[in-house]
């Protein structure tokens, strides 16, 4: 039934799209919307009024290019067919219907009704297993090389899951990366294979090879899989990292690989963390983005199974630096410091001490030279490290005369009197 209804829709958009042209020669000649309304009436079968109306509501609005994307808009029905999910024909209706969509600097548009009829079918829980479990990798290789950038992008996601990329996989689209033209796609490519990088020698050549591209979007994505965790005990990956943060030929790919390079918690990187964060600078962005890259050496989202001790008391050091400014310590960065609090990173860091790092912050938060985004944040941090009612109670009193006077300061107070009230 579904099936069927899908078909009559792709039809009925397809013959729209063509309009008053003539016919590809071997086919038909495309009908007015008038009947490709019909067709979609005719073919929803008896009791399904809802099914009927929704095509009738799709072959109605079809507008040229949009064709194939409205025609799979409504596939709402597909996403209440229980936990099975859509199967794989229907789910190759759905990718192919990407063939309308535009590619823009952030992968395919978000507002193309096909990607969102695409997103909607991947809301059951069935469909989203089969997508995340590797099921619909067949769809993907069958059409990495489609004329449309769309497709492939989402062909080459397909390809991958949760437990990684097969081998058949990774050389499908080592060999489709080689010869795509579209950062967009390629971006897509590298970050479905990155997770092999260590396990595949033509991978880690492959991300290597495009730390050169021409597109920063690129590089940036090889940045990602270089600093991976995935990338450890490889050749030539965090050297190559390393020297992006240097001599990339972009500030904004300098700043992400510099942000990045902690991420292995590799002390190799530590000389130029402390190189790039001595002094702040005018707009302070590469700092910021170095400072992270220290603070992941030890505080992590996933608990590093050797945090560096080092990266630790160099960050305390910096913290503790004065003068402070607007730049100094950057705001952006604390909020990292929060991962300090699980279980799991204290058990594999016996050094840490918890109150030693949140009598540093308490001092950032009763600087007022210091940025009041980097307090607030500088509170946060503290709330979730555990920080005593008496170690609020001792930061509230640096903003005694802020209670009654408009600004950033009462902010501070208020945020310092709620950790008071919450706090043991």
């Known amino acids: 039934m579904y099936r069927v209804l899908i078909t009559a829709l792709a039809a009925a958009a397809l013959a729209v799209a063509c309009g008053d042209k003539k016919p590809a020669e071997g086919g038909s000649a495309a009908a ?41 808009a409504d596939v709402e029905a597909l996403t209440k067919k ?18 309308a969509c535009a590619v823009e600097n952030s992968g395919i548009d978000r507002k193309c009704e096909a990607y969102k009829a695409l997103r909607e079918a991947r809301k059951n829980r069935g469909t989203l297993v089969k997508d995340w479990g590797g099921a619909m990798a067949g769809l993907g290789k069958k059409h990495i090389g489609h004329e449309s950038p769309a497709v492939r992008i989402q062909a080459a996601s397909l390809m991958g899951s949760i437990f990684g990329t097969s081998q058949d996989s990774q050389d499908v689209i080592i060999a489709a990366a080689k010869a795509e033209k579209h950062p967009e796609v390629l971006k897509q490519m590298l970050r479905t294979v990155a997770s092999s990088i260590a396990k595949n020698e033509a991978v880690r050549e492959l991300m290597l090879a495009n730390a050169e591209h021409a597109d920063p979007k690129v590089r940036m994505e090889v940045v990602s899989a270089l600093t991976s965790t995935w990338a450890k005990g490889t050749t030539g990956t965090l050297e190559k990292a390393m020297e992006m943060v240097e001599k990339d030929a972009d500030g904004d790919v300098q700043n992400y690989a510099c942000r990045r390079l902690g991420e292995r918690a590799d002390e190799r990187v530590l000389p130029l963390l402390l190189k ?27 608990a590093h199974k050797t945090p560096s001790e080092k990266a630790y008391k160099a960050t305390l050091a910096l913290l503790k630096k004065t003068p402070r400014s607007n730049v100094h310590p950057p705001w952006t960065a604390i909020p990292a410091m929060e991962w300090a609090k699980q279980e799991r990173f204290q058990e594999n860091a016996p050094w840490f001490k918890a109150p030693e790092l949140v009598a540093v912050l308490g001092a950032v938060v009763t600087d007022k030279d210091a940025n009041w985004l980097a307090r607030s944040s500088g509170v946060d941090a503290m709330v979730k490290l555990g920080a005593t009612k008496a170690d609020f109670e001792k930061a509230a009193k640096a903003y005694a005369d802020a209670k009654d006077k408009p600004g950033t300061d009462k902010r501070i107070l208020e945020k310092l009197e709620k950790a008071i009230a919450a706090a043991k």
């Open 82 to 99: 229980g936990e099975q999910g859509v199967t794989v024909e229907e789910y190759e209706k759905l990718l192919l219907a990407l063939s």
């Open 276 to 302: 790039l964060t001595k002094e702040p600078g005018e707009d302070g962005k590469r700092y910021s983005a170095c400072f992270r890259g220290l603070i992941s050496m030890w505080s992590s989202p996933v």
């Open 32 to 72: 007015p919307a008038s009947q490709a309304e019909s067709a979609a009436k005719s073919a929803a079968p008896k009791g399904t009024n809802t099914l009927g109306s929704a095509a009738t509501s799709a072959a109605a609005n079809i507008k040229g290019a949009e064709a194939l994307a409205a025609a799979a």
